[in-house]
């Protein structure tokens, strides 16, 4: 039996015209052309695998129809219909649960008389796959004869378009190119402009993204939730698609219903075994896109692919150029000629002297990291709400500024009730005394410490609620000034501080340039955020810290800035210094990385 083919009409016939028959639970068609195989057209609920084969075996044109009870089941018939046609010949398996007897010719005879509309839109069907493979040669013919003349990637993507849009007639065609793993949108038809991440550009993409995980072309049918076969037996478990392709299919379907359209087509375009594009191909309107068909979607994805190798082939890349004419020099240097392998040897040989005698000098670079020294963390002093923090990260502050303040309204009005209740003890306590009442007096006198005790607590917390900065600070770290209004814990830390010329520079040298590197070393320093302001530091010292950055193993060392640059330097500020390692020659300078990998392959295998 043949992998199945699409039959659109019919499937949609199938289900119009035996949708109503009575006790239906399940229906499997099949086709065959001429004296080809046979193939499955159709398939809804309830299938007897074992009576399949036996039943096209025993196909004749003018077999007509059986039936037959099944097995074990009260009611449940098993019945086929076969009927020959012109050039092409159908199978109807059916099952039939509750009906009586009674009722069963009743069925047979329904069936009988609707088969023959069935097998009209199976013709048509036909017609249209093969009306579609001709169209599909036809283009594919169109395409390649243009790929040669395409001078790039751009011209080519022209002609898909121009070609398809003719042939096809899509509302939209969109060609996307594959970079790196994910589709990216190249052109659209009709002049479209390509806006960078616009919502249907997204769209577009994704589709894409779809048919080169599905590694084949997809035709998808946008259809409603109760479609046209919602009146057919329901499927059963073991039939249903893989749930990750449902879901695919399903994402593809509500993606083309954004871009406004009824139906779909997308075609990968392979360079060898990788894709390299994909062709989206939307329309509106369905019913005009009803030539398109799997075989010549299939037809029209290996033309692209094919003519994708033309262009290429006719029109290298300049890497492809290059390594094209440096093949030609080693075959026109290593000919059969001797001479010209001598005086190749010679030049080499001239070549290396002359870049051993070329003074030059070792300097590496590293990555590295603006820090700041000596920092100080401010802090809430108690529980209250942020009432100022005027400085954000990189401000600079002036000795005696306020830098942060907590609302203090609630302890100046517990400060002045404490003194208060002082006020008025210290009244009762003369009046005790008076009475010379002792054991008054000493409570009273324990109650004013304890008051006392609590006021110069509050008064100490009004003292902290203003933080003053006592000499010049940058601010480096903290979030305070979006916290004004909010309501902060003891100890939790609001801003991080740090002298304004306190700032040194993190360096992670490679593992390799540890050795050769003995402070003190000049360099110099270029920020990304100033590439054009260099700043000259000193390596101070190299830490035995290792970190492991981009799969080298690397050391951090601390490098001094040598005087105040012009520009503003922040905490974090990443850039690249440059070091001076010390004289040697151009040979050296560019094979010190071979030549200290061959000495350890040599001791490795001594």
């Excluded at 099952?95 to 007897?101: E, K, N, T, W």
């Excluded at 059969?336 to 870049?355: E, H, M, Q």
């Excluded at 010292?541 to 503003?568: C, H, K, L, Y």
Aim: charged content about 20%; proline content about 5%; hydrophobic content about 45%.
């Amino acid at each position: 039996m043949a992998s199945s083919t699409e039959y659109p009409l019919f499937r949609e016939a199938l289900g119009r015209h035996l949708g109503s028959l009575q006790g239906l639970s399940g229906v499997q068609a099949f086709l065959r052309e001429g004296d080809g195989l046979w193939q499955e057209a159709a398939r809804f609920g309830k299938i007897d695998e074992a009576r399949m084969m036996p039943t096209l075996d025993a196909y004749t044109p003018d077999g007509g129809g059986a039936v037959e009870a099944v097995a074990g089941v009260t009611n449940g018939w098993a019945a086929h219909y076969m009927v020959g046609g012109a050039g092409l010949d159908l199978v109807l398996m059916l099952r039939l649960d509750g009906v009586a007897p009674a009722d069963l010719q009743t069925q047979l005879t329904l069936v009988e008389t609707r088969v023959g509309w069935l097998l009209v839109a199976a013709l048509s069907d036909c017609s249209a796959q093969i009306g579609a493979i001709a169209v599909g040669t036809e283009v594919g013919s169109q395409i390649l004869l243009d790929a040669s003349r395409a001078r790039n990637r751009r011209q080519l993507t022209d002609q898909w378009v121009a070609r398809l849009e003719k042939a096809l007639t899509p509302d939209l065609i969109a060609v996307t190119w594959l970079k790196g793993d994910k589709p990216k949108l190249h052109a659209l038809s009709g002049g479209g402009v390509v806006d960078r991440n616009s919502e249907a550009r997204s769209q577009i993409e994704a589709i894409a993204d779809h048919a080169v995980r599905a590694r084949s072309p997809q035709i998808v049918d946008v259809v409603d939730a109760a479609g046209e076969d919602s009146t057919l037996p329901a499927v059963a478990d073991d039939q249903l698609p893989d749930p990750k392709d449902q879901i695919l299919l399903e994402d593809t379907m509500a993606r083309i219903r954004v871009l406004g359209g009824s139906r779909g087509l997308s075609l990968p375009v392979y360079g060898g075994d990788d894709p390299k594009a994909v062709v989206v191909c939307i329309w509106a309107d369905g019913s005009s896109a009803g030539e398109v068909h799997p075989e010549s979607a299939d037809l029209l994805a290996q033309v692209l692919s094919t003519s994708l190798t033309i262009q290429n082939r006719a029109f290298p890349s300049i890497w492809r150029r290059l390594g094209n004419w440096s093949w030609a020099i080693v075959r026109g240097i290593f000919g059969p000629t001797v001479w010209r392998l001598k005086l190749f040897a010679l030049f080499a040989i001239c070549a290396i002297i002359g870049l051993a005698l070329w003074p030059s000098q070792f300097q590496p670079t590293f990555s590295a990291r603006i820090e700041a020294q000596e920092r100080r963390v401010v802090s809430a002093p108690y529980d209250g709400f942020l009432a100022q923090a005027p400085f954000q990260l990189g401000d600079a502050i002036a000795p005696g500024e306020v830098i942060v303040a907590l609302e203090d309204n609630e302890l100046v009005l517990q400060v002045a009730e404490a003194q208060s209740e002082l006020t008025e003890i210290a009244s009762e306590m003369q009046a005790a005394r008076a009475q010379r009442d002792s054991a008054g007096v000493q409570s009273l006198e324990a109650q004013s410490r304890q008051i006392q005790v609590r006021l110069d607590l509050l008064e100490r917390q009004l003292d902290l609620a203003r933080f003053e900065a006592e000499t010049a600070a940058v601010v480096v770290g903290g979030d305070a000034w979006r916290r004004v209004g909010g309501r902060v814990r003891l100890g939790e830390p609001l801003l991080e501080l740090a002298a304004p010329d306190g700032f040194r520079v993190l360096v992670f040298i490679d593992e390799e340039w540890v050795a050769d590197l003995a402070p003190p070393v000049a360099g110099t320093l270029l920020l990304t955020a100033h590439p054009g302001a260099p700043i000259d530091v000193t390596l101070s010292s190299i830490t035995s810290d290792p970190q492991v950055r981009d799969g080298v193993n690397t050391f951090s060392a601390w490098m001094d800035i040598e005087a105040e640059p012009d520009v503003v330097l922040l905490d974090g500020m990443r850039g690249v210094v440059r070091v001076e390692g010390g004289e040697t020659s151009m040979l050296g300078a560019y094979t010190r990385g071979a030549a200290r990998w061959l000495r350890r392959t040599i001791w490795r295998w001594s």
